[in-house]
């Protein structure tokens, strides 16, 4: 009998540790190596030294790489996919100790020396001993060495089923690899003939409160979007502040109608997302002057559960609409007031208005051209490439003036939810059992609300609610997309299955060691198990 290199919780540990010893900050060059280690690391095991066709890298942009892995068994078509991401969020605030953030058993045992400097949750789960600190501990190297010590178990016990390891880049940042790996998972899917039975992520399940200390699993995956705006007002002096209306004052009104609006507020199996909040409001002016802004951005945040993408910018439109209505009734009031004509209503328009214009107005060649300016600058991401390029626009078709740009800016996450699935019901059953046999309660919660690459399978909806995405996202197919084609052919059932950690991004990041190193491997074996 072979020897098995990540079986006992000994073994499983020091996998994690060697894990997490290779940063990979998102957008770092650690980020970059990880890949190629990962690939490394799975040659170990003697099924890809007889299979090293298995074993494939994909490119995710920037020079990172998607890894896949498959031990297919040879009669079988019924495939797992085993989902997890290897970048992590940065170190800063480990401070002093930032050197031994990739280090958990140093780590750990130099906390251990001024267990006081940590906060008090935090200090009492470090002296009970259960907790190993460190960065990726938790988010998310342990869900990536459960799933190797699952494809090692697999291939060398030969079990009927087939699992395919995805472990991608940038989860903290775009996304960028889990959609390259969208595109890959059917391609494989095709070439060896498989069908997905199961999506199945490792990411932790996070406590609900700070003494919570039950364990969840997860049918589901809360969504996320972004909608956007540039106001465009009408630049003036100081001392004429009536002769112009600053774009500060448009945004104001907007974002006071956006904040915490109930209308962007979903249920679903009593659950329901947070509300919404911006996540920036800037002006566009580059230094101080007594010439008033008139360009700025906002950005906002909404969470999804059952709403597509022309569902929300329809409301956004909506509430955009009501406030600049709202904006111009009280500015004729003041227009009235001060005896002055005024800069005119405020309008709002789609950035696919916009596009419609400026293409018609400037050619769609130089367009194309205003557009290449942004999306080249390197220093920028997605969301001010985002913004600039409608900016650009407006600067050029001034007449639009005032108005309000509408737009979506990148990352989007779909919400998924497959709650009622047979398989999902029998599965968070089966799990619950396991859990008991450690005295352990797990429970079912529908949309994991942290945010996960699960977002980028079983895609679903009536009609095509991803169009307005598609027009409204400045960056679209440039440097940003969605393989949304891709995203609806895989289809099957989802679930996330992790170990307990506490206090993801922070400092005091820290994993169970007795839910990661001995239930987890137990209770993801029997969910395997349960499916052949
Ligand atoms: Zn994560």
Redesign the pocket.
């Known amino acids: 009998m072979n020897q098995l290199f990540w079986e006992t919780p000994e073994k499983l540990r020091a996998l994690l540790c060697e894990l997490v010893s290779w940063n990979s900050i998102t957008l770092t060059e650690g980020e970059t190596k990880f890949a190629p280690k990962v690939i490394d690391k799975l040659k170990e095991l003697t099924y890809f030294q007889e299979h090293p066709s298995h074993l494939q890298m994909h490119d995710a942009g920037l020079g990172r790489h998607a890894v896949t892995a498959l031990y297919k068994h040879p009669e079988a078509t019924e495939t797992v996919v085993l989902i997890s ?1 290897f970048d992590t969020v940065q170190t800063e605030e480990y401070g002093v100790l930032e050197p031994l953030a990739y280090f958990p058993e140093e780590l750990t045992k130099k906390l251990m020396e001024n267990p006081t400097d940590l906060p008090e949750s935090a200090r009492i789960d470090l002296e009970t001993g259960k907790y190993l600190f460190g960065r990726g501990t938790m ?2 190297k342990m869900g990536l060495a459960l799933h190797m010590q699952l494809i090692e178990r697999a291939s060398m016990e030969e079990w009927p089923i087939n699992l395919i390891l995805t472990t991608v880049p940038d ?2 940042v775009n996304s960028a690899g889990m959609r390259a790996a969208v595109t890959q998972l059917v391609r494989i899917r095709e070439e060896f003939g498989l069908t997905y039975k199961l999506f199945l992520n490792s ?2 399940c996070f406590s609900q409160s700070p003494t919570d200390i039950d364990e969840y699993i997860y049918s589901g995956t809360i969504g996320k979007i972004m909608p956007a705006a540039l106001f465009y007002g009408k630049e003036t002096h100081v001392g004429e502040p009536m002769k112009g209306m600053t774009a500060n004052y448009i945004a104001s009104y907007l974002t006071q109608r956006m904040e915490w609006n109930t209308l962007f507020r979903e249920t679903d199996l009593g659950e329901s997302t947070p509300l919404p909040v911006s996540l920036q409001q800037k002006d566009l002016k580059m230094s101080y002057s007594t010439q008033t802004p008139y360009r700025a951005v906002a950005l906002y945040n909404v969470f999804l559960l059952k709403r597509t993408a022309n569902e929300v910018m329809d409301l956004f439109d909506q509430v955009a609409t009501e406030a600049m209505d709202e904006l111009n009734k009280n500015y004729q009031v003041i227009c009235e007031r001060e005896q002055v004509k005024g800069v005119g209503q405020v309008k709002v328009l789609r950035y696919e208005e916009l596009l419609a214009y400026a293409n018609k107005k400037l050619g769609v060649e130089e367009v194309e051209r205003l557009k290449l300016e942004s999306l080249q600058q390197e220093d920028w991401d997605d969301r001010e490439k985002s913004l600039r390029i409608v900016d650009d626009l407006m600067i050029q078709c001034q007449e639009l003036a005032p108005a309000t740009v509408i737009l979506f800016a990148p990352p989007y996450y779909p919400a998924v939810n497959t709650s009622n699935h047979p398989l999902v019901i029998e599965a968070v059953d089966l799990m619950k059992q396991s859990a008991q046999t450690f005295n352990n309660t797990v429970k079912q919660i529908h949309y994991f609300n ?1 945010i ?1 690459d699960l977002s980028y399978v079983n895609y679903e909806d009536e009609g095509n609610g991803w169009t307005a995405f598609e027009s409204n996202t400045p960056v679209w197919g440039d440097t940003y997309s969605i393989p949304f084609e891709d995203m609806s052919q895989l289809k099957g059932p989802v679930l996330n299955v992790g170990p307990f950690g506490k206090d ?1 991004h922070q400092k005091t990041e820290r994993l169970h060691v007795d839910s990661a190193f001995v239930e987890l491997p137990v209770m993801l074996e029997t969910l395997i198990k349960s499916l052949y």
């Open positions: 991401h988010d998310m989860e903290e990411e932790p942290g996960c993801a």
